[in-house]
Nanobody, 116 residues
Framework: VQLQASGGGLVQAGGSRRLSCAAS????????LGWYRQAPGSQRELVAL???????DYADSVKGRFTISRDNAKKMVYLQMDNLRPEDTAVYYC???????????WGQGTQVTVSS
């Protein structure tokens, strides 16, 4: 399984950015599929995640500002980020898991920097 994240960059506070993640494998049988982030000096945290059964989890800090979406045919997962804040600055990773007890696969990460 390979995951390739892209779309990061520098954006001003209040701006928008869309991240993309290209997956090498099928998305249909994912147990969990989505985005995490890690800021300097902090632990990696969940941002937005599809869970099996069409459930979606969002971090409280991004609810109402970020939207996760997917295109199964193209094997793509997206993260639309609106009204960005400096505290959203982090490396963003896409991740895929096929079983609750299974291995989590990670992309290489894409840096998002929000300037105030």
């Amino acid at each position: 399984v390979q995951l390739q994240a892209s779309g990061g960059g520098l954006v001003q506070a209040g701006g928008s950015r869309r991240l993309s993640c290209a997956a090498s494998g099928n998305l249909f049988n994912s147990y969990a599929l989505g985005w995490y982030r890690q800021a300097p000096g902090s632990q990696r945290e969940l941002v937005a995640l599809f869970r099996r059964g069409n459930n979606i989890d969002y971090a409280d800090s991004v609810k109402g500002r970020f939207t996760i979406s997917r295109d199964n045919a193209k094997k793509m997962v997206y993260l639309q980020m609106d009204n960005l804040r400096p505290e959203d600055t982090a490396v963003y990773y896409c991740s895929q898991k096929f079983q609750p007890w299974g291995t989590a696969y990670w992309g290489q990460g894409t840096q998002v920097t929000v300037s105030s």
